[in-house]
């Protein structure tokens, strides 16, 4: 029988991974969220002696966007233990806040555990959606 693999949770991984972690985590523990990843595209390929470029994506908007039942929005953006924002994340995150719009820097701490910074950040992206304040919202 293989050696079984550790748990994903108890490792410290890269931000990208933690975020993926974190994305399959908020539904069972916020079910009125919802997290999405943006993908960003910029590739180049060639077949038949062609060759096509394509390119996908906002330069400087965030990791993710979180949406919220009832028409909230959370922006999110990810970041390494030793991790910056570039200019462009830093005008995105200003555009987001002259719009009103929730714009989380999530940051892995040094030496945290993966499941601790996703529990870390669910808490933190909670605070954020109640501050929505939906249940005030008209729906109707």
Not at 30 to 40: C, E, S
Request: proline content about 4%; overall charge positive; hydrophobic content about 45%.
């Amino acid at each position: 029988m293989p050696e079984r693999m550790p748990r994903a949770k108890a490792l410290t991984l890269g931000e990208t991974d933690t975020l993926m972690h974190f994305i399959a985590a908020v539904p069972r523990e916020l079910p009125h969220v919802r997290v999405f990843r943006r993908n960003i595209l910029n590739v180049t390929a060639s077949a038949g002696g062609r060759h096509f470029h394509a390119k996908a994506g906002i330069k400087g908007q965030a990791d993710a966007y979180a949406i919220v039942r009832g028409g909230g929005h959370v922006e999110i953006e990810t970041k390494a233990a030793k991790g910056t924002m570039r200019d462009a994340q830093l005008e995105w995150q200003a555009l987001m806040r002259r719009m009103r719009i929730p714009h989380l820097e999530l940051r892995i701490l040094m030496n945290e555990r993966t499941d601790d910074t996703v529990a870390r950040w669910i808490e933190i992206l909670a605070r954020a959606v109640d501050s929505l304040h939906i249940a005030d919202w008209n729906l109707e």
